[in-house]
């Protein structure tokens, strides 16, 4: 099931290369096989006999390379993820393509989109280094030439060459990590690595840091997310939405399976998680707060969501190292379950976020205004997508940071005070930063009078855009209000991971299950409640009420200069942290009695990236010119040079 | 069959002296034909359990793109930019002559002090590999036209493929399929080049594309 779903997506990814240049044919192709083949693979690990691995006859000529794919729980958990995802943003991409000109004209979207989904779904099933890694590099390739698709502007140039090199030195750490680990255990299938593992933990140092920067870069984790706000506003929006939905939860299952491999984890796997949680957490919704660009908002959301996941997996290794299973699950089954539903909610919003741009033509929220109005099914699904994950109850964020929480509070009952008190505070500033900075979007964008000529003109777009976003607001909502719907399939992934056997997994996460159900039902019983009431409120005051234009409270000669801005609502909140946020202030304020012209502008630039590392790149270019203007430009000269060094290298190893 | 990959190995590295010493363009490609369509025929008769299926495509590919098809793409590129003769090379031929003896020497030298695996198929195939790809790379310095560059470049990929062939059993589809794109590939691209080179300069002197300079 699982191959014949691989081969379709690469089997479509031919044909609709071969057809790029008939676009309805590339289109029908696409869909087909997309449709198809996601439905087959989200399918596969639930009907048949599910055999635990897969192995493909034929053989591979590379030297301990074998094609093995396997569906445990945990693979099983990111498949259904990964496809889910990649099925519906497909299908809005579709249609998002052709209403775009300069999209519409692109003839490789199509297949690198579907060769992104296949290299995918082989990244999370892959039971062997090699064929790992060599569908990570299938991945990350497809989504750089996918960044890059609009190449005329620069700074998408940028953004494909910083996560062209962020993914390289990825790679790289990865081809080291496993060949340590192949080392270690003089194999490189995934299971016989972890059988061999139980014998002892060497290199822990090592493998711990190899594995941090190669995943730790893929997933965004704080320090090394310097690629994702880049790279997130350049793709289109449904790619973006894959890759902050998905590709960069690739990070997340490496160390998951990382974690499956070694069986035991020191206890510093814990304090690192940790640590970078709060980091990439409050970090990102810190940055988030002070973007306009509504993409790159999102996606320094994705660094802080990304950090909260850590925080579950660090509480996760806190467990395993203390050999405490249930702290091990419960850490471990938040991990997951904000996995699933980061991914979920996030693409959502890129995908509406993919609507606004296409109505208003621009990434910056203070543009908008008033979609409520105009766009009611993209503000709708919106709001739900922000709700949930700001960590609003009924909806599925609330239960995944709520099981984080109670991951925290187990730790704290076992004596780990500090770790599990900064994780439980760290969490709870976050959530609240987050839920501040998605009123101030969805507040600039949706609510009050437009701000300009499009938003007053903007319109919903046609139902392909629409369907997959009402698709994944119902998932949010429906995970919300009958949470053990997923819990059991997150159940069977953390079991996996933790090593702990079915039984005492049960016993360990039963009592959170019916908590989770009750959550479930009372937040049920809370919206019919309030949907009841609107209702009688709708009855009894037809014919009495009457409408005015929105916030003028009796005033009427109201304008869309007089709202709040984005930047403005935010800027309370942020003093306390302006002095080391490094926003830049552009000011020109009103003078006299009667002020002409004045403008005010904001920008907060990565304190990372652009505060340190292109000054630092900058100033290491610039010490070293005198070699670049002492060395004659000729090529052969380069090479003699190239080569006398690999003689002597050659020369001195033997 | 032992002494007639001796001789097809010997006739390879032959082949290399010859092109290095030669001023000929058209020789040049002439003889990295030959010396492609020897590698052809190399994995045919150095396997000394017969030939399946998959040797022989590989085999018949070989033939025909290091034999046949790139060195067409390569005479239609002189062809049309007009150009016979390697003027001035960096160091004539007589001293890269020189340098080529001194280089088979070496990689004789290395070749003994590998440490390769024991079972090896015939003594020359390391040495040989090595000094092809030696002296490719040394064409790649010595010389400054784009063509003679790309026939290095050919070259040195023909030492690459040969020690492929001495490490590994059954020829690896993978690497094989790999290996020729990425020649093939490679020659496509500089074919086009050396006609742009051709167009924008009215030579195809790579000494040219020194004054672009960054």
Known sequence: ?654 | MQELSQILLVLIALFSFYALGNSSLIGCIKIIALQGMCLGLLPLIIDRQGFGIQILLIAAGMFILKGVLIPRVLSYAIREVKIRREMEPLIGYNASLLIGVFLIGISFILASRLPLPENIRTSLLVPVSLSVLMMGMLMMIVRVKAVTQVIGYLMFENGIYLFGLAISYQAPWLIEMGVLLDVFVAVFIMGIVINHIARAFDSINTENLTNLGD
């Open chain 1, 1 to 654: 099931m699982l191959i014949t779903a691989i081969l379709i997506l690469l089997f479509g990814c031919l044909l609709s290369a071969f057809a790029a240049r008939r676009p309805r044919i590339a289109s029908g192709v696409f869909l087909t096989s997309l449709i198809s083949g996601c439905l087959i693979g989200i399918l596969s690990p639930f009907i048949g006999t599910r055999p635990e691995i897969v192995e493909l006859g034929g053989g591979w000529n590379i030297p301990s390379a074998r094609l093995i794919l396997s569906l445990d729980g945990l693979s099983a958990f990111f498949l259904v993820a990964t496809l889910i995802i990649c099925l519906l943003s497909g299908i809005y991409g579709e249609t998002y393509t052709r209403q775009s000109e300069r999209l519409a004209q692109s003839v490789s979207i199509r297949p690198l989109f579907l060769l992104l989904t296949a290299s995918l779904a082989v990244v999370v099933c892959a039971q062997n280094a090699v064929l790992f890694l060599f569908a990570w590099e299938a991945m990350a390739l497809s989504s750089f030439f996918l960044v890059i698709i609009e190449d005329e502007k620069k700074e998408n140039r940028f953004a494909g060459l910083l996560y062209f090199v962020c993914m390289h030195i990825s790679a790289l750490a990865l081809f080291f990590l496993f060949s340590v680990l192949g080392k270690i255990a003089g194999t490189l299938d995934f299971g016989a690595i972890r059988a061999a593992m139980a014998l002892g933990d060497k290199y822990p140092i090592l493998i711990f840091s190899l594995a941090a920067i190669g995943f730790g870069l893929k997933a965004g984790t704080a320090p090394l997310h310097i690629w994702l706000q880049e790279a997130h506003p350049s793709a289109p929006s449904h790619v973006s939405a894959v890759m902050s939905g998905v590709v960069i939860k690739m990070g997340i299952y490496g160390f998951l399976r990382l974690i499956w491999i070694l069986r035991l984890v020191p206890s510093f796997w814990a304090i690192f998680f940790i640590g970078t949680g709060l980091l990439s957490g409050i970090g990102g919704v810190l940055l988030a707060l002070l973007q306009h660009d509504l993409k790159r908002l999102l996606a320094y959301h994705s660094v802080e969501n990304i950090g909260i996941i850590c925080l579950g997996m660090g509480l996760g290794c806190l467990g395993i190292s203390r050999h405490n299973a249930a702290l091990a699950l419960l850490g471990f089954s938040g991990a997951l379950f904000h996995v699933f539903n980061h991914s979920l909610f996030k693409s959502l919003l890129f995908l509406g976020s993919g609507a606004f741009y296409q109505a208003l033509g621009t990434r910056n929220i203070e543009a908008g205004g008033g979609l409520l109005k105009k766009m009611p099914w993209t503000s709708a699904t919106s709001l739900i997508a922000a709700a949930a994950i700001s960590g609003m109850p009924p909806l599925n964020g609330f239960i995944s940071e709520w099981l984080i929480y109670m991951a925290g509070l187990k730790a704290l009952a076992m004596g780990e005070t500090r770790l599990a008190a900064v994780s439980i505070a760290g969490l709870a500033l976050i959530g609240g930063l987050a839920l501040a900075c998605f009123t101030k979007a969805y507040g600039a964008l949706c609510l009050g009078l437009p701000r300009t000529k499009k938003a007053q003109e903007a319109r919903d777009p046609g139902p392909g855009m629409i369907i997959p976003m009402f698709f994944l607001a119902a998932f949010c909502a429906l995970i919300g209000l009958w949470p053990s719907s997923l819990l059991s399939f997150v159940k069977t992934a953390a079991m996996i991971v933790s090593g702990e056997p079915l039984g005492r997994a049960n016993l360990a996460l039963s009592g959170f299950i019916s908590n989770a159900e009750i959550l479930g039902l009372i937040g049920a019983a809370v919206l019919s409640l309030a949907a009841a009431f609107s209702f009688l409120r709708s009855r009894l005051i037809s014919g009495f009420s009457q409408k005015g234009a929105t916030w003028a409270c009796g005033f009427t000669a109201l304008g869309p200069r007089m709202q709040y801005t984005a930047s403005s609502y935010v800027q309370v909140l942020m003093r306390p942290f302006s002095s080391f946020m490094g926003t830049q202030e552009y000011a020109h304020l009103p003078r006299g009695y009667w002020p002409t012209e004045s403008s005010f502008k904001t920008n907060t630039p990565d304190p990372l990236l652009d505060g340190f590392l292109i000054p630092a790149v900058d100033a290491g270019g610039r010490s070293l010119s005198w070699i670049k203007r002492k060395r004659r430009a000729r090529l052969q000269y380069s090479l003699f040079w190239a080569s006398l060094f690999l003689l002597a290298l050659l020369a001195w190893k033997l």
